[in-house]
């Protein structure tokens, strides 16, 4: 056995720390053609196993997230130690494979963690998220169920379940989950409804990858399972100017910044927390968001108004690596500390109700589409791609304003008759 080539950088919860976030992890060698991987992202670290073959591809495996934060309990979060055990006996079911043994049935479990660890290995940002959904939502009702023997009946039957149950409320690591009450009305059996197309969309796609490397034989069972029709189309509520206006004045002082610059900017909130003093560039008239939501960088261009209040904002402020948003005793913004101070905000402004920091957002793009911005500029300033996604949630609004204009600028030639007709017959 091949002795194993240490990397001092991903060993100890100290060293990890100072490593950059990227997509490609941090290797150690276990045995030759056997590696343990540590990939820094910017939710937490998680561990993957790399295994090449006879024929020199590399197999991957995700393996759990690391205890960067929390301490390891040898199932969801692992030490050091913890990952390269999982992953020996990861490496041992490889080379029984490898030499044409079995080890056991290809059941869905394994179909959707070889899918996370083709996601890992691709650099996917949403490898993480996907993981912890398929835990949660997939493995514990189809995990056992093998791949080839997976009906139509029991994905359509999983499906509706999973749409009917209640909502997972976010939950520290080691306490026991907890759930909102049953959906009851219309608009929370669409949100459920959303939320199940989603979690569909992880299975399906293992499956697919499973199928294409003919893991399993046919893909009938699960190309004749839909997703729910008609429920991504709710219009996304926003705030008009005078209620925008209102929700800024009613509130806190030091809550106030905050608010103001997610309606000049469409940020969220988890990039305003993020931002530094060095990311508003004036001469540009811009700020730059390092970390978007697809960890990709973009600036966002400031009317005269935001250029002014980010200056504002800024000016005097000599060490440019500070928080840009802090609260009056010094400290940043974390997460969800926008809630408490948005919702009593929103009860002295008389907005009923209560908008989410999210719905700040949704409310520059409507008031800006709604000005004549036009969805391609919007969606660059939002961080997304292409349009698709602002000409589904508003593009209703562009039409909107489209008729307007022509209503106001088209020639109009007035209804009255001509005095005599007859000089026109």
Request: hydrophobic share 35%; net charge positive; with cysteine.
């Amino acid at each position: 056995m091949a002795r194993t080539k240490r990397n001092p950088k991903i060993n100890s919860r100290t060293a990890r720390q100072v490593l950059t976030v990227r997509p490609e992890p941090y290797w150690t060698v276990i045995e030759k053609g056997r590696a343990v991987g540590y990939r820094k992202g910017k939710k937490g670290g998680t561990w993957v196993a790399r295994f090449r073959d006879k024929s020199g591809k590399h197999h991957y495996q995700a393996l759990g997230a690391a205890d960067d934060v929390m301490d390891p309990d040898g199932d969801e979060i692992l030490s050091f130690a913890q990952a390269q055990a999982r992953a020996r006996d990861w490496f041992e079911q490889r080379a029984v494979m490898q030499s044409g043994g079995s080890i056991g049935p290809y059941t869905i479990e394994r179909c959707i963690n070889d899918y996370i660890a083709h996601m890992y290995s691709e650099g996917k940002p949403s490898a993480y998220d996907w993981e912890k959904r398929a835990k949660a939502l997939i493995i514990p009702q189809l995990g056992a169920i093998e791949a080839k023997d997976l009906t139509s009946e029991e994905i359509r039957a999983w499906r509706d379940k999973l749409a009917a149950s209640p909502a997972r409320i976010r939950t520290r690591p080691g306490e026991k989950q907890q759930y909102k009450p049953a959906p009851s009305t219309d608009e929370e059996r669409r949100q459920r409804k959303v939320s199940t197309n989603r979690t569909l969309t992880i299975l399906k796609a293992a499956l697919n990858l499973a199928f294409r490397g003919r893991k399993i034989p046919s893909d009938i069972a699960w190309r004749t399972v839909a997703p729910f029709k008609k429920v991504e189309a709710a219009r996304k509520r926003f705030l008009t100017l005078a209620q925008a206006k209102r929700l800024i004045n009613a509130s806190s002082p030091e809550f106030r910044p905050v608010v103001r610059a997610a309606l000049m900017t469409g940020a969220r909130y988890g990039e305003m927390a993020k931002l530094r003093v060095r990311d508003f560039h004036r001469d540009g008239g811009t700020i730059f968001v390092e970390w978007g939501k697809n960890e990709q960088p973009r600036h966002i261009i400031l009317t005269d108004e935001g250029v002014a209040f980010f200056q504002s904002l800024t000016k005097g402020r000599a060490n440019p690596e500070e928080r840009m948003f802090l609260k009056k005793n010094g400290t940043a913004w974390r997460m969800s500390h926008q809630a408490r101070p948005l919702a009593k905000a929103c009860r002295n402004a008389r907005i009923s109700p209560p908008v989410s920091f999210h719905q700040l957002r949704h409310t520059y793009a409507s008031l800006s589409i709604m000005a004549g911005m036009t969805l391609m500029v919007l969606a660059e300033n939002l961080g997304h791609s292409d349009t698709r996604m602002v000409e589904k949630h508003y593009g209703h609004l562009a039409d909107d304003f489209k008729r307007k204009m022509i209503r106001e600028t088209a020639p109009k030639f007035g209804t009255d008759e001509p005095d005599n007709v007859a000089e026109f017959s």
